[in-house]
């Protein structure tokens, strides 16, 4: 390992930032991601029995207990319980609204290392080519192929680096992506089945407040 990043130039230790980068956000964010995905229907079904029971403070309590976007945007339905369905809708709306960035938080950098990549790649690989051509114009006209194999070497490395760090990075982008689409689908399906059962809760006669 510690070879090819010599041959590969200065460049390569660019690439291993690059590499560190991108390796440490798939991996904060993978953690992330994994404790806000809960089992949304265990999760309303558990809330709508206390909600039955007329004691909104506990199933408050339990939204507030629970880690994830979801739980939250059910807690601002159920602290507005009592209100009308605008104020229950318009708390829910906010409530997802400040989840959101939560959720896509450093997936634009982790982008944006997938695109700088290859660029860095390309860099490597022009300056070991000015380095093959400095050789050629010191030794010519005797130019042996040993005197050409560093600046090879450097301009292959640099480019393959650069090619894997953008692969895995779009990779795990694309990843991360697919669990945040999937955390607010269920943001959006918790929180129109909690506002339509606390609008049903409100016309059954005799319901605790």
């Known amino acids: 390992m510690m070879e090819l990043m010599q041959r590969g130039g200065p460049v390569m230790w660019v690439q291993l930032g690059l590499a560190l980068g991108v390796a440490t956000i798939f991996l ?5 991601l994994h404790r806000a995905h ?4 265990d999760f309303l079904q558990g809330v709508f029995n206390i909600l039955r029971k007329g004691n909104i403070v506990e199933a408050a309590t339990i939204c507030e207990e629970t880690p994830g976007p979801v739980a939250r945007v059910v807690q601002a339905a159920v602290l507005k319980a009592e209100g009308e369905p605008t104020e229950i809708c318009q708390a829910v709306e906010d ?7 939560r ?13 700088i990549a290859p660029y860095m790649g390309l860099l490597g690989t022009v300056l070991g080519m000015i380095e093959v051509l400095l050789r050629l114009q010191e030794r010519a006209p005797l130019v042996h192929a040993g005197d050409l194999a560093g600046g090879l070497w450097e301009a292959l490395i640099s ?22 689409e999937a955390i607010l689908l269920d943001m959006e399906r918790a929180a129109t089945e909690a506002v339509s059962f606390l609008q049903q809760l409100k016309r059954r006669p005799g319901t605790a407040r």
């Open 38 to 41: 809960i089992r949304v229907d």
């Open 95 to 101: 409530a997802g609204l400040e989840e959101m960035p």
């Open 103 to 115: 959720l896509q938080a450093r997936l634009g950098l982790l982008a944006t290392l997938g695109q």
């Open 28 to 32: 904060e964010r993978l953690f992330h």
């Open 159 to 180: 480019t393959a680096a650069g090619l894997s760090i953008a692969a895995v990075a779009y990779a795990a982008y694309n990843l991360l992506v697919g669990r945040v």
